[in-house]
């Protein structure tokens, strides 16, 4: 064997794929074939004329998981193919011509799944290279499974591709209708994160409602979302999240800072927790918004508040907390399909 080769079975190595979603499957034959090839180029193929995660996105999810191996460089090749199955003959021609224009150098291994094979259009295109297929048995999964049951396959997603699957479930309400607790025991049931209002933080912190300044709002809508963002990279499958930006603005009026309407943010799953349970006073809760009819009345200004904003919602009421709950699991496991 070549001095220069010594550690590595081939010069150069190509591992192609669509990483859409990346997964285990990807990640383990990118790894071999690292162990294998002296260099390493990872072919990340994307159409704008398909319906794919945001091709940055997935060249991302890539790059973490090789950026601690120097010697693998990712390709990002367009084509305009509608679907995988309309990728012709002239798609793989025009693809290997840019992909060995950018190697400039012979390949002499290319990793590609059982799928592919011996005769598959990377043996007439790459007639020099090797075809080395994966063997999925060791990680029975593809991405076409994931996308039809992400929550249910994700065990075999990796660490950076959880974030973008995760369903986010919001839950909102009037003032004491256990929306807190709800968040906190939901999150514990399913294993997983949850997300607290950030606005009591800075309630408590100036004093009250009646002197909340439009910036305040404005803080809180943004650290909001930002600690949404952050706690998605630790959830598993769900993150159940206490109000969002249309609470805060709708808050906001009461206050009459000015604030400008929120562009609302994406959820998986709203829930409203109807105002039949009594009212507790901690404090920093508004008594004249939760007077005897006004209580029910200001619940049913915030679901037409919500549906001004074109937002759909569950709504769960019960007597009792318990009830309210098992009528919240109910909610999820019926939407998502997935066993708790």
Same mark, same amino acid.
């Given at each position: 064997?070549?001095?220069?080769?010594?550690?590595?079975?081939?010069?150069?190595?190509?591992f192609?794929?669509?990483?859409?979603?990346?997964?285990?499957?990807?990640?383990?034959?990118?790894?071999?074939?690292?162990?294998?090839?002296?260099?390493?180029?990872?072919?990340?193929?994307?159409?704008?004329?398909?319906?794919?995660?945001?091709?940055?996105?997935?060249?991302?999810?890539?790059?973490?998981?090789?950026?601690?191996?120097?010697?693998?460089?990712?390709?990002?090749l367009?084509?305009?193919?509608?679907?995988?199955?309309?990728?012709?003959?002239?798609?793989?021609?025009?693809?290997?011509?840019?992909?060995r224009?950018?190697?400039?150098k012979?390949?002499?291994?290319?990793?590609?799944?059982?799928?592919?094979?011996?005769?598959?259009?990377?043996?007439?295109?790459?007639?020099? %290279?090797?075809? $080395?297929?994966?063997?999925?048995?060791?990680?029975?999964?593809?991405?076409?499974?994931?996308?039809?049951?992400?929550? @249910?396959?994700?065990?075999?997603?990796?660490?950076?591709?959880?974030? =973008?699957?995760?369903?986010?479930?919001? $839950?909102?309400?009037?003032?004491?209708?256990?929306?807190?607790?709800?968040?906190?025991?939901?999150?514990a049931?399913?294993?997983?994160? =949850?997300?607290?209002? =950030?606005?009591?933080?800075?309630?408590?912190?100036?004093?009250?409602?009646?002197?909340?300044?439009k910036?305040?709002?404005?803080? $809180?809508?943004?650290?909001?979302? %930002?600690?949404?963002?952050?706690?998605?990279?630790?959830?598993?499958?769900?993150?159940?999240?206490?109000?969002?930006?249309?609470?805060?603005?709708?808050?906001?009026?009461?206050?009459?800072?000015?604030?400008?309407?929120?562009?609302?943010?994406?959820?998986?799953?709203?829930?409203?927790?109807?105002?039949?349970?009594?009212?507790?006073?901690?404090?920093?809760?508004?008594?004249?918004?939760?007077?005897?009819?006004?209580?029910?009345?200001m619940?049913?200004?915030?679901?037409?508040?919500? @549906?001004?904003?074109g937002?759909?919602?569950?709504?769960? %009421?019960?007597?009792?907390?318990?009830?309210?709950?098992?009528?919240?699991?109910?909610c999820?496991?019926?939407?998502?399909?997935?066993?708790?």
């Amino acid at each position: 064997m070549d001095k220069e080769m010594k550690g590595f079975l081939y010069e150069v190595g190509m591992f192609g794929t669509c990483a859409n979603p990346l997964h285990r499957g990807h990640v383990a034959t990118i790894i071999r074939a690292a162990c294998e090839c002296r260099e390493l180029y990872v072919v990340l193929s994307y159409s704008h004329s398909r319906e794919e995660v945001d091709f940055r996105l997935r060249h991302q999810w890539i790059y973490a998981a090789v950026s601690h191996l120097p010697h693998v460089r990712i390709i990002d090749l367009e084509d305009d193919a509608p679907s995988k199955e309309l990728y012709s003959e002239e798609h793989w021609r025009r693809g290997a011509e840019t992909v060995r224009g950018i190697i400039g150098k012979t390949v002499n291994a290319i990793y590609c799944g059982s799928d592919y094979g011996t005769a598959s259009p990377y043996a007439r295109y790459y007639p020099e %290279a090797r075809i $080395i297929t994966a063997d999925r048995g060791v990680i029975p999964i593809s991405s076409s499974e994931i996308r039809r049951a992400p929550l @249910r396959h994700w065990d075999y997603l990796p660490q950076q591709v959880r974030p =973008y699957y995760v369903r986010k479930v919001l $839950i909102i309400g009037h003032e004491s209708t256990g929306k807190s607790t709800m968040v906190q025991n939901l999150a514990a049931l399913y294993n997983t994160e =949850y997300v607290a209002e =950030y606005g009591r933080d800075v309630c408590a912190r100036c004093g009250g409602t009646d002197y909340m300044v439009k910036s305040d709002f404005e803080e $809180i809508i943004s650290e909001h979302r %930002a600690r949404i963002h952050a706690a998605c990279h630790r959830a598993n499958r769900f993150l159940f999240i206490d109000t969002d930006a249309v609470t805060t603005y709708w808050y906001s009026r009461f206050c009459d800072v000015g604030l400008p309407a929120p562009t609302p943010d994406a959820f998986d799953l709203i829930l409203f927790l109807e105002a039949d349970v009594p009212f507790v006073q901690d404090g920093l809760r508004s008594d004249e918004n939760n007077a005897g009819d006004v209580r029910n009345e200001m619940s049913d200004e915030l679901k037409r508040f919500y @549906r001004e904003f074109g937002m759909e919602f569950h709504v769960i %009421a019960g007597a009792t907390y318990a009830e309210r709950l098992a009528k919240a699991v109910e909610c999820v496991e019926k939407h998502f399909a997935y066993g708790c």
